[in-house]
C-alpha cells in the first residue's frame, strides 16, 4: 500500500472475533478484502494452541458458542482448528429463580449434541486468526491506526495515521462497543450502562460437573454462571452490582472460591481458583440503524447485550453469515456498498438483535424488581416454563441458533 491507494470490495476494521470470521467469510465468496486493527494482530499474542499454552493454563474468558455459529466457523474453516481437549459442551442447563423458580434445558430433549460449546477466547482467537491467514484475498493491516473516511458516492477512502489511505466499495465497523467507525458515520449513541460488572474466573471443582451450566438469578438483581470446563473445572460469570463486584474483586482466590461456591449453593461441592478474576462494565446497546452510506456494522459495535444468555459474539457470528450471504448472492448488482444491498442486511438483522436484547434486558429487569409480587410471580413462572416443553423449545431456539 505504500506506493499508492489500494483498492477493497470491502475494508473490515477490527479483527475481534467477529471481524475475523466476517474477513475469512467475504475472501472465501471471492471478495477483495482489507482488516485493519489498531493492535498488532498475531496468533501468539492470545497464545493459543501452542506447545507454550499448557493444560493447566485456561484462559478466563470464555464464550458459550451456539450450534449455529459452530456451523458458520466451521463453513470459514475456524471451527476444525479447535482442540478437542479445550472444547467442552453444555449437555444440560439448570437455571435457579431468587426464590424457589427453576428451569432445566437438556441437549438430548432438544434433540440437538450440545445447547452450546465452552471455548476460552484466546483459542478461537488464534483458530480465526490462522483462518484468515491461510485465506486468500485478504490484506491484514495490523497494527495500523485509522485516521479519518470520507464517504464518497463510489468508495470510501480510509486513511491512517501516516498518511496513506485505501479505497473500498464498503467499509464494516466490527471495532466494538465503542466503534470509532460508528462515531465516524456521524452515529454518536453512547451504550446504557447496566450498573453491573461482569466479574471472571475459572475454578477446579470438587465434584465433577458432567456437562451442566448453572445459572442463579440472585435476589440482590445479579447473576451467577457457571461454565463447564473439560475436567473437574468450571469457568464462572458473576454479573454483579457494582458495590459487590468491588468486593468480590478486592478478594484473594482462597476467600473468592469459597463465596462463588457458596453463592452456587456448594453445587460442584468446594472450589480452587485456578485464574486469577477479571472484569467488564456491561452495557446495553440499541442503534436506531446499522447502516449508513458504504457503512455496516456489525458484532459489538452494531449492538450490546447482557451476557446472561450468554449471546453477545453468537448475534455478531450471526450478523457476519447474514452480511457475508447477502453480499455473496448480490447477483447483478455488482457493488457491494449498494444502498439496497445494505438495507436487506439491516432488515435480516433486525429481528433477531431486537428479540434477544428484549430477552436479556427484560430478565434483567424483571430479575432486578424488589417488588414481592413480582419475585414470587418470576419464579412461578420459571417453574411453569420448566414444566411446558413446547414453551421451553421455543425458548430454547433462537439461543441454539
Ligand atoms: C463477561 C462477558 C461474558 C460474555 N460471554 C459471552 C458468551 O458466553 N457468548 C457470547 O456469544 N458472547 C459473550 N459475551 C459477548 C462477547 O464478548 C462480545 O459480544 C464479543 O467479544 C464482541 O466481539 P467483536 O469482535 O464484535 O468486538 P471486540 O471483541 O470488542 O473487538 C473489536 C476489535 O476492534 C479493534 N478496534 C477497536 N477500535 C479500533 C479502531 N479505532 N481502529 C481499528 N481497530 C479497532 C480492537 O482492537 C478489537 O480487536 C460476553 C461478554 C462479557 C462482557
Redesign the pocket.
Known sequence: MAGGTRDYDVAV?????????LAASLARAGMRVAI????S?DASNVSVASASSTDEDWDA??????PG?VAFLNDIGAWQRMRANRLSPIESMDVRGDAGGRLTFSAHELGERAL?W?VE?RELHAALIASVRDTPGIDML?P???ASIAWGAGAAELRFDGGDALSTRLIVG????????RAQAGMHQDPRPYSQT???ANFASELANRGRAFQWFLSDGGVL?W?PLPGRRISM?W?APELLADELLALDGAALAERVALAGARALGALTTITAST????SLLRLPSVIAQRLAL?????H??H?L?????????GDAAALCSILAARGAVRDPGSSLLLQRYARRRLEPVLAMQGVTDGLVRLFGSRSPWIGALRNRGMSLVGTLGPVKRLLAQPALR
Not at 474468558?61 to 451456539?66: E, K, N, P, T
Not at 472484569?279 to 456491561?282: A, C, T
Not at 456489525?298 to 452494531?302: F, M
Not at 444468555?309 to 457470528?317: E, I, M, S
Open positions: 476494521l477490527g479483527a475481534g472475533l467477529v471481524g475475523l470470521a485493519v486493527d489498531r493492535s494482530v474468558r470464555v464464550y458459550a458458542v451456539s455459529s452450546a465452552i477466547n495490523a495500523r491506526t485509522p466490527a471495532d466494538g462497543v465503542r466503534s470509532w467507525t461482569a466479574i471472571v454462571a461454565l460469570v454479573s472484569s467488564f462494565p456491561l456489525v458484532g459489538d459495535a452494531a450490546g447485550v451476557p444468555a450468554g449471546q453477545g459474539v453468537n448475534l455478531g457470528f
